[in-house]
């Protein structure tokens, strides 16, 4: 296993996106991650990355070549790439966590006619895997694109008090080149780039009686 822990020199460049939800109880206990499987299309060996926040609200996941694309140039399993992670989080005792808060985001160029979309669902090892929340861009696109899935703090599922879960964390990426001009490339990315982390989830932390 790969161990993730908030690296200084890339910490500082993060900037959180809110307020985490429970900010009382954070724990002041180093929280560390352990990535245990890493499989799919979108993110193969060594493209990415799972990296905690330094203040144990959050953590990134850095992938650096998940691109769908279709059109010129787009091979026929182009259109759609995906990533399965499975990471052991590795708590404090007497704190379990849920997450409140999911970020996403990356670059779309899509031709007119086309379109892109998004999936992701999160979910401890055990649970059935259907809280699946998916997100549509029609084209013309030509820019950054930011998604952000919130739960509200009753509804957050958060790992059973002493046992061990992992946490699944599911994404894909799909390009469907539709009526656009057959002679151009449309294409997602979900990424990190010029010092941004496009990918963040939030903590909501719980004390456990």
């Known amino acids: 296993m790969r161990k993730a822990t908030a690296a200084a020199g890339l910490a500082v460049l993060f900037t959180l996106s809110s307020t985490p939800a429970n900010a009382d109880v954070i724990p002041s206990e180093r929280v560390t991650i352990d990535v245990v499987t890493i499989n799919g299309s979108g993110c193969r060996q060594g493209t990415a990355e799972v990296v905690v926040a330094p203040d144990n609200t959050s953590f990134w996941v850095l992938y650096s070549d998940y691109l769908a694309q279709a ?5 026929a399993t182009d259109f759609r790439k995906n990533c399965q992670l499975n990471l052991q989080i590795n708590i404090p005792q ?3 966590y849920g997450i409140a808060e999911a970020t996403y985001g990356g670059f779309a160029h899509l031709e007119r006619g086309a379109t892109g979309h998004q999936w992701v669902n999160y979910y401890f090892q055990g649970q059935s895997a259907n809280n699946q929340k998916k997100h549509t861009f029609t084209g013309p696109v030509d820019d950054n694109w930011r998604v952000t899935h919130r739960t509200e703090f009753a509804d957050i ?3 059973p008090c002493g ?10 990426l799909r390009v469907d080149k539709g009526s656009a001009d057959p002679n151009a490339n449309s294409f997602m990315t979900m990424d990190y780039a010029r010092g941004e982390v496009r990918t963040l989830f939030q903590f909501s932390w719980k004390r456990c009686d």
Not at 71 to 75: D, L
Not at 163 to 172: D, H, I, P, T
């Open 71 to 75: 059109g010129k140039g787009a091979g």
């Open 157 to 159: 599922v958060y790992a």
């Open 163 to 172: 046992e061990k879960r992992n946490l699944n964390v599911n994404s894909a």
């Open 94 to 96: 007497g704190f379990t």
